[in-house]
């Protein structure tokens, strides 16, 4: 099932993926995505200090915003009001999690998703199973000193947003 741009807030995906118009210039017009893609392709290729599943991922974040950020519609808020309940979204939970924690150890996590709660990326149901989801994962490779930066949100953006495809939102 596809994504439903509908759902989400444009200036913020906007904000979240890091993406702005060069020089005060309009943001490209539906016609233009597949070239905005293949640039940022072309970009992460460039990017030698990442590898490449990391820079494959990325621009493949990026396409995926993109796209939503071309549909119009009504907005309704929270993206996420329920975990949809299948072994697919499952698994996705458990690699966005993961994904988490090793980027910022467990606590910072919590308070991500307390924060994705109170944005309305996330309904009371949801943030309250995934707190449960996040309680049964410990990494001893998590780096608990690190911050989740604006990359990392942006990540949780997307998953929230694969999320809510898979609950037919």
């Given at each position: 099932?596809?994504?439903?741009?509908?759902?989400?807030?444009l200036?913020?995906?906007?904000?979240?993926?890091?993406?702005?118009?060069?020089?005060?210039?309009?943001?490209?017009?539906?016609?233009?995505?597949?070239r905005?893609?293949?640039?940022?392709?072309?970009?992460?290729?460039?990017?030698?200090?990442?590898?490449?599943?990391?820079?494959?991922?990325?621009?493949?974040?990026?396409?995926?915003?993109?796209?939503?950020?071309?549909?119009?519609?009504?907005?309704?808020?929270?993206?996420?009001?329920?975990?949809?309940?299948?072994?697919?979204a499952?698994?996705?939970?458990?690699?966005?999690?993961?994904?988490?924690?090793?980027?910022?150890?467990?606590?910072?996590?919590?308070?991500?998703?307390?924060?994705?709660?109170?944005?309305?990326?996330?309904?009371?149901?949801?943030?309250?199973?995934?707190?449960?989801?996040?309680?049964?994962?410990?990494?001893?490779?998590?780096?608990?000193?690190?911050?989740?930066?604006?990359?990392?949100?942006?990540?949780?953006?997307?998953?929230?947003?694969?999320?809510?495809?898979?609950?037919?939102?």
């Amino acid at each position: 099932m596809a994504i439903d741009p509908r759902n989400y807030d444009l200036d913020e995906l906007r904000a979240a993926s890091g993406a702005s118009p060069a020089g005060g210039a309009e943001w490209p017009s539906e016609g233009d995505a597949e070239r905005g893609a293949d640039e940022s392709a072309q970009s992460d290729a460039e990017a030698a200090d990442r590898p490449a599943a990391a820079a494959a991922f990325e621009s493949s974040v990026t396409r995926d915003l993109v796209a939503m950020d071309h549909q119009g519609g009504p907005l309704d808020r929270p993206y996420l009001p329920a975990l949809p309940a299948s072994l697919s979204a499952e698994a996705l939970i458990f690699e966005w999690l993961e994904f988490l924690v090793l980027q910022a150890g467990r606590e910072s996590v919590a308070d991500a998703l307390a924060f994705y709660e109170s944005v309305g990326w996330l309904g009371n149901d949801a943030a309250a199973a995934l707190e449960a989801y996040l309680t049964g994962i410990d990494d001893a490779r998590a780096n608990a000193d690190n911050d989740l930066d604006a990359d990392d949100h942006r990540v949780s953006l997307h998953y929230v947003a694969r999320l809510a495809s898979i609950a037919g939102r």
